[in-house]
C-alpha cells in the first residue's frame, strides 16, 4: 500500500516538467453500490439483497492534453471498495444462502476524451477507466441445506472462498469539478465522480454488477 502511494506521488511530480497542462492530486471517499440486472429472471426462489460502504481514493490526474485539437483527461488512483452481497437460492427441498464481505483496493488509469466547460470553472468529463486488483480481503461465506433421498434426511454444510473480485475491471466514468483560485495557477477543485463496472462478482451471480461514486477535493496547479 505505502509503495503504491509513494509510485503515484512520484508520478505526480514528474508532471511537473510538461507544458502547457494542470497537473494535480486529489483524495477523498466513495460509496460503493451493487446490483443484480437480471433480478427479476431468477423467479420466486431466488433473493438478492445489497448493501453499500464507504471507502476511500486517492489519485493525480493531468488534465488539458490536446490530442488532435481535443482535450483529454488522464487519472491514476487508488481506491479502496467495502460493501456486502447476501444471495439465497432454492425452495422446499432445500436452498444456498451466500454472504460476502467485500472488500477490496484496485489501481485505475481513467481516459477522458470529452471534457466539456462552463464559465471556465465548471468542467464535466465523460471517459472510461481500466482497473486492476491489488489486494482483496473479501470473505464469501455459503451454508445449504437439503433433503437428501441416500440418508433420508436434511444434510446442512458450509464452506468459504476469497476469490470472488475479478483481477481487471472496466467500465465507463463521469467527472464533475468546479475550480476555486487560491493563488497564480493553484487551484482547490471540490469533484464528484461515478463509475459503472462491467465485470461480473464471481461465485455469486456473474450478473452482479458495482457502481461507485466519489466524493474528492483536489489541488490543482495550472503549467506555464
Known amino acids: 500500500m505505502k509503495s503504491t502511494i509513494f509510485y503515484l506521488l512520484f ?9 502547457g497542462q494542470s497537473v494535480g492530486l486529489f483524495g477523498g471517499i466513495n460509496r460503493s453500490s451493487y446490483y443484480d440486472f437480471n433480478q427479476n429472471d431468477y423467479g420466486g426462489h431466488n433473493r438478492t439483497s445489497f ?3 464507504y471507502g476511500y481514493s486517492l489519485g493525480i490526474c493531468i ?6 485539437s481535443v482535450p483529454y483527461r488522464f487519472d ?4 479502496n471498495y467495502n460493501g ?13 444462502t451466500t454472504d460476502a464481505q467485500i472488500n477490496k483496493c484496485v489501481i485505475g488509469i481513467g481516459i477522458y476524451p470529452v471534457n466539456i466547460k462552463f464559465h471556465k470553472k465548471l468542467k464535466i468529463g465523460i471517459g472510461c477507466a481500466l482497473n486492476y486488483l491489488l ?5 464469501t461465506f455459503r451454508s445449504y441445506w437439503g433433503i437428501s433421498t441416500a440418508t433420508n434426511g436434511i444434510v446442512v454444510g ?12 472496466f467500465g465507463i466514468c463521469c467527472h464533475l469539478s468546479y475550480d476555486i483560485s487560491i493563488l497564480n495557477n493553484f487551484y482547490v477543485v471540490p469533484q464528484y465522480q461515478f463509475y459503472k463496472g462491467f465485470m461480473g462478482v464471481k461465485n455469486i451471480q456473474s450478473s452482479i454488477g458495482s457502481f461507485h461514486q466519489y466524493i474528492a477535493v483536489g489541488l490543482i496547479k495550472r503549467l506555464k
Open 135 to 139: 489486494n482483496d480481503k473479501t470473505t
Open 158 to 169: 458450509n464452506n468459504t472462498t476469497t476469490k470472488v473480485n475479478p483481477k481487471m475491471d
Open 63 to 68: 488534465k488539458d492534453i490536446l490530442i488532435d
Open 11 to 19: 508520478l505526480g511530480s514528474s508532471f511537473t516538467n510538461l507544458k
Open 51 to 53: 448493501y453499500g460502504a
Open 84 to 96: 456486502k452481497i447476501n444471495s439465497t437460492s432454492g425452495g422446499m427441498g432445500g436452498s444456498t
Open 76 to 79: 491514476l488512483s487508488l481506491n
